[in-house]
């Protein structure tokens, strides 16, 4: 990666495998590599491939999951892929095989210390999450993306880069906020809605809604 973090002293490593292997799942090794606890062995993919230049070793296909954790004593598995309902679905067969998720932090994130982040969120270069805010599991916080004071982020939600949620947002389980996208204070964003690129939303966005313009208005529903 042409950076070695070294550990830290009495600190066991913890040895990551990836699973993805695109250009979003590069983002989330370098920032699992932000811990020097971590030691990521390798990565594993739907077809087996990965993209030139990840940084580690592509292992096989996602198919061998437990085998390729056995033989290279996995002790957590990372699940690095953008799309949300993909992410949900592979980190749901991954915990159903009993193993447990690794976190990703950027070294140039701002977390609060009253924030709290759960297993297999990835917070990016340049996010910021600030005080008494709940990032869910399998959510992504990606590049110069900021959620203000107390928020509540479900789980496999994808806040793009540059998008901006204000104090007291709600977001739903597997929603989408776009590109440089704006959350005012105090709504809720329902489960499963997208919100467009540069989107200036105003007022709440039902569940399973598409979104856009400034001010925000609806565009589909399913």
């Keep these: 990666m042409g950076t070695t973090l070294l550990p830290v002293p009495n600190t066991p490593l913890v040895r990551v495998l990836l ?5 979003h799942a590069r983002v989330c090794l370098e920032a699992l ?7 990521v062995v390798g990565a594993i993919s ?3 491939t ?4 990840l940084g580690v070793p592509m292992l096989g296909h996602d198919r061998n999951l437990a ?4 033989d290279h004593a996995i002790d957590r598995v990372f699940v690095a892929i ?7 679905d592979v980190t749901r067969r991954v915990e159903g095989e009993g193993f447990t998720l690794g976190t990703a932090i950027s070294r140039f994130a701002m977390v609060s210390h009253t924030a709290t982040t759960h297993d297999g969120s990835a917070l990016l270069p340049g996010a910021v999450v600030n005080a008494a805010t709940v990032i869910g599991g399998g959510a992504i916080v990606n590049t110069n993306a900021s959620v203000d004071h107390d928020c509540a982020i479900g789980e496999f939600v994808h806040i793009a880069p540059g998008a901006s949620i204000a104090g007291g947002v709600t977001v739903g389980a597997g929603a989408l906020i776009g590109i440089g996208a704006r959350v005012l204070p105090n709504l809720t964003i329902g489960a499963g809605a997208v919100v467009g690129a540069g989107a200036v939303v105003v007022s709440d966005v039902a569940a399973g809604s598409t979104v856009w313009g400034a001010p925000a208005k609806v565009r589909e529903a399913s």
């Design 19 to 23: 699973v993805g292997a695109n250009g």
């Design 33 to 39: 590599l932000d811990d020097p606890r971590h030691v």
């Design 46 to 48: 739907s077809d087996g």
């Design 50 to 53: 990965g993209i030139e230049g």
């Design 67 to 70: 085998a390729l954790a056995r």
């Design 82 to 88: 953008g799309d949300n309902a993909a992410r949900s």
